[in-house]
Structures are given as structure tokens and as C-alpha cells.
């Protein structure tokens, strides 16, 4: 039996409207958290800005931030080639060990007199070459592209270290405009690293080879039905990756001014380029990735690193520190998009 109220309403329905209320309520936060893109990520961003910020003064500075843009200039094109190349669901580990060979190889052109036009369009062309026999090996002998590209960095590191000779090959000023010029105020570096991420992201949105790489990842199996040309756009993707190493090779040398024998660099630069893709959303299984993301991890890792320095934490520690962002981030990321599972 319902009581009526003095305004003629139901006990009843002003009950149900009650919880209606409450219940869209609830829904609007868990729709509003799931309509935010990589807010998990964002929210760990700025919980570490803040942090640092309260403790060093250094932190917020002009000059700090366009420090930290131009440090994380060449891991933004690393992972942007990792980008895509993982969202057709691949992997390329060579990328970080290709940068480290091209860096030497454009220092020992430069220093033997080469022009830089010359060195940039050698350089580019190596490393997509190194790209494409990747690419060759990965989709004609089925071998896991994780072994492939491992194998390949091992190579590369070899080779790096053969360039080199055991010595320190310095470019000089030659690529000083690129490594340390400003244009509008912003680091050289940092532009070209934009329009990187730029490009890409255009690509995987609005071409046919960006569409292409979600299917592949998706199913590979069954993109072979639909009629797309799979291995021609694996052997481009890897191509692709191998020219972005490239670039980032003369990144490197043009921040670094010389190239010297470092053993293992490669791949500490490329796990760090896999982390920041990662936790940035991109699925290791493949059929998904955004820039977006991705640039959000390459800004979170180069935060962190810059936060560790400023507040002259000691290296021993600084591993642990960033490993433990790294967790609560991508547990964060994973969390908002079972939220999003569920909405649907």
C-alpha cells in the first residue's frame, strides 16, 4: 500500500527517484573517469609534479621543463616507432641498440669531413636498411619477432663498439643547431620529436596503413582473409621503425656532441621507450596503442629521472624509484581501462 504525500506523490516513487538520483550520481564520476583518456596516468603525473615541486623550487622553472622536453626528445621517437610497431603486435628491442650504431656512424662521417646532409640521409638509410632485414627475417621465418630484434640489438652492440674503435668520436659543433638550438623559444629537438609523434599519430588514425597495423594486431589471421597485404606492411612498419631509429641516432649524437663506446646503452634506452609505451596503454598482445599515451609515458619517465636528480637522490636508489612509478602507473592505467570494459 502506498502513502500519498501532501503534494499527491507516492511514498513509493519519491523512493525510486531517491535512488535513481543516487545512482546517476555514482554513474556520472565512473562515466566521467571513463570518458577521460589516461586518467589514471595524468593523475600519476601530477601527484609526482607536485611532490617534486614542494621540494625543489628548481622544479617548475622554464629552463628545468624545456631541460626535461629536450632530454626526452629522442625516447619520444623511439616510441613512437614502438608504438607501432606493437600495436600490429610486434616488438622490435633493437631500436635502442640501432641509435647507439648510427650515432657512431654519423660521428665517424662527420669527423672524417662529410657534410651533414650527406651524414643525416646515410645515417637514416643504414638504420632503415637494419629496420627492413628485421622486418625480412620476422615475417619469412615466422621466428618470434622477440628473438629476432634481440638478437639483432646483441649484433648491433658489437658493431657499435667495432665503429668505434674504443674511442670517443666527437661531431663538433656541426649538428649544434639540432642539439641545441631553440625555434619560438622550444628546443630544436623537442620540435622535431613533435613532429614525430605528430605524423604518427595522423598516421594510425587516418591512413590505411594505420588502420591496417590495429587489424594485424587484432587477429593477424584474419586480416590475411580480409585481403590486407600483411607482410608488405610488416616489412614497412619495420622499416619505419628502423628510419626513426635512425633520426634518433642523429638526435643523440647533435644532444651529446660525441659518441662513445657505452655497452648496454641500447637497451637500457630501449626498455625505456617499452615502459613509456606501456604504460601508456598500449597493449603488448597488439590490436590497440595511442600517442597520446605514449607521449604521456615518455613525460612521466622523463620527469621521474628529472625529479630524482633535483632532489639528489642517490643513484643507488634511483632504479627502485623509478621502477615503483612505473608499477603504480601502469597499475593505475590498467585499472581505468577495466572501468572502461565494464561501461560497455
Known amino acids: 500500500m ?6 499527491g506523490t507516492d511514498d513509493s516513487d519519491v523512493s525510486v527517484e531517491a535512488k535513481s538520483r543516487q545512482r546517476n550520481g555514482k554513474g556520472g564520476i565512473a562515466q566521467f573517469t571513463r570518458r577521460v583518456p589516461h586518467l589514471g596516468l ?45 600495436t600490429a603486435g610486434g616488438m622490435d628491442f633493437s631500436m635502442g ?20 646532409t650527406v651524414t643525416v640521409l646515410a645515417s637514416v638509410a643504414l638504420a632503415t636498411a637494419i629496420g627492413l632485414v628485421n622486418g625480412l627475417v620476422i615475417t619469412y621465418s615466422n621466428v618470434a619477432p622477440f628473438v629476432v630484434t634481440l638478437a639483432t640489438a646483441t ?57 591496417d597495423l590495429f587489424a594485424i ?34 638526435m643523440l649524437l647533435s644532444r651529446l656532441v660525441s659518441s662513445s663506446p657505452s655497452p648496454g646503452g641500447g637497451l637500457m634506452l630501449e626498455l625505456g621507450a617499452v615502459a613509456a609505451v606501456v604504460i601508456g596503454g598500449t597493449s603488448l598482445a597488439g590490436g590497440h ?33 623509478v621502477g615503483t612509478v612505473l608499477v603504480i602507473a601502469a597499475v593505475a592505467n590498467q585499472l581505468q581501462k577495466s572501468r572502461q570494459g565494464q561501461g560497455h
Do not use: W
Not at 649484433?155 to 668520436?169: A, F, M, P, Q, Y
Open 289 to 321: 596503442g595511442t600517442i597520446a599515451g605514449t607521449v604521456l609515458g615518455v613525460v612521466l619517465l622523463g620527469v621521474v629521472a628529472n625529479a630524482l636528480n633535483l632532489l639528489q637522490i642517490s643513484s643507488f636508489y634511483q632504479p627502485v624509484a
Open 42 to 86: 595524468l593523475c600519476v603525473l601530477a601527484l609526482v609534479a607536485i611532490v617534486v615541486g614542494t621540494q625543489s623550487d628548481a622544479f617548475f622553472t622554464g629552463d628545468n621543463l624545456l631541460n626535461v622536453a629536450r632530454q626526452v626528445s629522442v625516447a619520444a621517437v623511439i616510441a613512437a616507432a614502438l608504438t607501432l610497431v606493437m
Open 155 to 211: 649484433i648491433l652492440d658489437g658493431v657499435s663498439l667495432i665503429v668505434l674503435d674504443g674511442r670517443t668520436v666527437s661531431s663538433g659543433d656541426a649538428l649544434s643547431g639540432l642539439g641545441s638550438g631553440y625555434t619560438l623559444g622550444l628546443p630544436n629537438l623537442t620540435l622535431l620529436a613533435a613532429v614525430v609523434l605528430g605524423i604518427t599519430a595522423l598516421t594510425m588514425k587516418y591512413t590505411t596503413f594505420g588502420r
Open 2 to 7: 502506498s502513502v500519498k504525500t501532501a503534494s
Open 217 to 250: 594486431g587484432g587477429n593477424e589471421h584474419v586480416a590475411r582473409l580480409s585481403g590486407i597485404a600483411v607482410n608488405r606492411d610488416k616489412l614497412l612498419l619495420y622499416a619505419a621503425a628502423g628510419a626513426l631509429s635512425g633520426l634518433a641516432g642523429v
Open 97 to 116: 641498440s640501432n641509435v647507439y650504431v648510427i650515432a657512431a656512424f654519423a660521428a665517424q662521417l662527420i669527423h672524417a669531413g662529410t657534410s651533414v
